[in-house]
């Protein structure tokens, strides 16, 4: 399986992104969730959000009312789009796919990892 990040960039505060995660190699079945990490400079990757097979989500609260996490099945593809965005929410965002369907928060859930797309948001 690969999971193929982007849709990272440089973003004032207050600003608006889109990440997408394109998932290949395999056809994720109804006991897949996918879900977002991202991981700031000096610091632990962090739970951010989370979609199962059946369109269920979960979010960190600091995330909630600003993220949304969708997808689209028949493409493989998961998307976050990102609002409100605060300068310490620069990191790395990662996507991560597991053969389970538990929206689960922690890294040991997931069984396979993207290779990231750096976020900056600007003061």
């Known amino acids: 399986v690969q999971l193929q990040a982007s849709g990272g960039g440089l973003v004032q505060a207050g600003g608006f992104l889109r990440l997408s995660c394109a998932a290949s190699?395999?056809?994720?079945?109804?006991?897949?969730?996918m879900g977002w990490f991202r991981q700031a400079p000096g610091k632990e990757r962090e739970f951010v959000a989370a979609i199962n097979w059946a369109g269920r989500t979960l979010y960190t609260d600091s995330v909630k009312a600003r993220y949304t996490i969708s997808r689209d099945n028949a493409k493989n593809t998961v998307i976050l789009q990102m609002s409100a965005l605060k300068p310490e929410e620069t990191a790395v965002y990662y996507c991560?796919?597991?053969?389970?369907?538990?929206?689960?928060?922690?890294?040991?859930?997931?069984?396979?990892w993207g290779q990231g797309t750096k976020v900056t948001v600007s003061s």
């Open positions: 991560a796919a597991a053969t389970n369907a538990r929206l689960a928060t922690t890294r040991m859930n997931y069984d396979y």
């Open positions: 190699g395999r056809a994720f079945t109804r006991t897949s969730t």
